[in-house]
């Protein structure tokens, strides 16, 4: 299959949350056995379906330890579908304009994918390694890296050294903050679950709507876009007690700067509506983001912790708010728990539930590691940017570290403005870029 033709059909498929990754990593199994790659499928079940990761080898040997590289195969929901005005209003349908393809996961991290694949091809022939390169393709990165965890937890790789596929623009990354999402639960009191069901039925109603309009942008990055939710939550701020919220709808995932929020208003004679506790929880998040600012590793942009409220929904007795933080890796752990504690009190004083529904720690390796040096060489090498960068967001290098695996993260592709938000897109020439060095990061550690 031609590769630009590979690329169109790989975005094609929709392997957002809602559809999950299945029928992606059916596609990429096919497309690695048509190169004459060992294609082993690993089944898994997941609470959105059935799943699969993949891990491809050169053979079907297994020895020792290996070189891990590896892409997650989903993607985050495409938002809005108007707002992608580069491929035809369409995300899934991949547009290539000047020399750049666009379309949703084209950066994070799809077309990288087929890129290792085309690699690893070229040395299928290849009898003795002293460490065989496997390329491993995961589900579930967007929620919770579900499939890295099934990877490792069944021991279905070896590796020494993991090189994870991230947008990183060309250049080696090898640190990054963690991670922790959240939910926070908001019920209505029992007269306003009767007076919200009672309205529903009423034949005219007097309420008031209002849409709120941000800019998204990857929820690492806050300070790239503009919160939907955030200008929603301060208009939310200003309301009299007479005034009750009969619907609040906002953002598509917490780990997206939302670019839309819509809120349905009513004036009511009940006492004491959702609004207060909204507003009292919005003020300890504004508490928290405070204090974050007071720590600072300027090697990281942004510099601090950042937190993002990323989806707001309405339903029958409650409100749900998810979000997410990300952590710097000088943070320290008590530091990290008491702000957690911090926001479960605020919640539990006002009724409200809260719940740590993921934590990835952060990661960093050492400048002085034989793979990073390698890594800054080739790159150097390939007249490429040869200093180390520290990315802003968490990827499956939280979990390999951890395990004791030695991982970088590199990748073509813009991170900024560009993932996460409408219109995504790499260069082809960038693409070219990358296989010049993953073909070299083998013959170096792998040869």
């Known amino acids: 299959m031609d590769f630009i033709q590979a690329c169109r059909e790989f975005i094609a498929i929709d392997s957002t949350p809602s559809q999950g990754a299945l029928k992606a990593a059916e596609f990429a199994a096919t497309y690695c056995e048509s190169l004459g790659l060992n294609v082993e499928r690993q089944a898994e079940a997941s609470p959105s379906g059935d799943e699969m990761n993949l891990i491809i080898r050169t053979s079907a040997a297994r020895t020792g330890f290996e070189f891990l590289l590896q892409n997650h195969l989903d993607t985050v929901d495409p938002g809005p579908f108007h707002a992608w005005s580069k491929t035809g209003l369409n995300p899934f349908d991949a547009s290539i304009i000047e020399n750049k393809i666009y379309g949703l996961g084209s950066a994070d991290v799809k077309l990288d994918f087929l890129i290792k694949a085309r690699v690893l091809a070229e040395f299928k022939d290849h009898i003795d390694f002293k460490l065989p390169p496997v390329l491993a393709a995961t589900f579930g990165e967007e929620m919770g890296m579900q499939g890295a965890l099934k990877l490792i937890r069944k021991n279905k790789i070896s590796p020494k050294y993991a090189l994870i596929g991230e947008p990183t623009n060309l250049t080696i990354a090898n640190a990054a903050k963690g991670f922790a999402s959240v939910e926070i639960q908001i019920p209505f009191s029992d007269a306003e679950i009767e007076y919200r069901n009672e309205h529903n039925f009423r034949e005219s109603t007097t309420t008031q709507s209002k849409i709120f309009q941000g800019v998204s942008a990857h929820s690492s990055t806050p300070h790239l876009g503009e919160s939907a939710i955030t200008k929603m939550l301060q208009y939310i701020e200003l309301l009299p007690d007479s005034v009750a919220i009969m619907e609040i709808d906002g953002g598509s995932n917490y780990n997206t700067v939302p670019s839309h929020a819509f809120i349905e208003l009513d004036m009511t004679p009940l006492l004491n509506p959702v609004n207060a506790k909204i507003t009292t929880i919005f003020n300890a998040i504004k508490k928290l983001e405070s204090e974050f600012i007071k720590y600072t590793d300027y090697s990281f942009i942004p510099s601090s912790p950042t937190l993002n409220i990323g989806l707001i929904r309405t339903f029958q007795d409650h ?31 006002n009724d409200c539930s809260f719940r740590l529904t993921d934590y990835k720690k952060p990661f960093q390796t050492s400048e002085n590691s034989v793979f990073l040096k390698g ?65 070299k990061i083998i013959e170096r550690f792998c040869l």
């Not at 749900?320 to 004083?349: D, H, N, V």
């Not at 060489?377 to 695996?405: H, M, Q, Y």
């Open 319 to 349: 409100i749900l708010i998810s979000g997410s933080c990300r952590i710097l890796p000088t943070i320290p752990q008590e530091i990290f728990e008491k702000w957690m504690a911090f926001l479960k009190t605020s919640c539990q004083e």
């Open 375 to 439: 890594a800054l060489d080739i790159l150097a090498e390939l007249n490429l940017k040869s200093n180390p960068i520290s990315l802003p967001s968490t990827n499956e290098t939280s979990l390999f570290s951890r395990t004791g695996v030695e991982c970088l993260c590199f990748g073509p592709g813009l991170r900024d403005n560009n993932i996460h938000t409408p219109n995504e897109h790499v260069s082809i020439e960038d693409l070219e870029k990358a296989s010049l060095f993953y073909r």
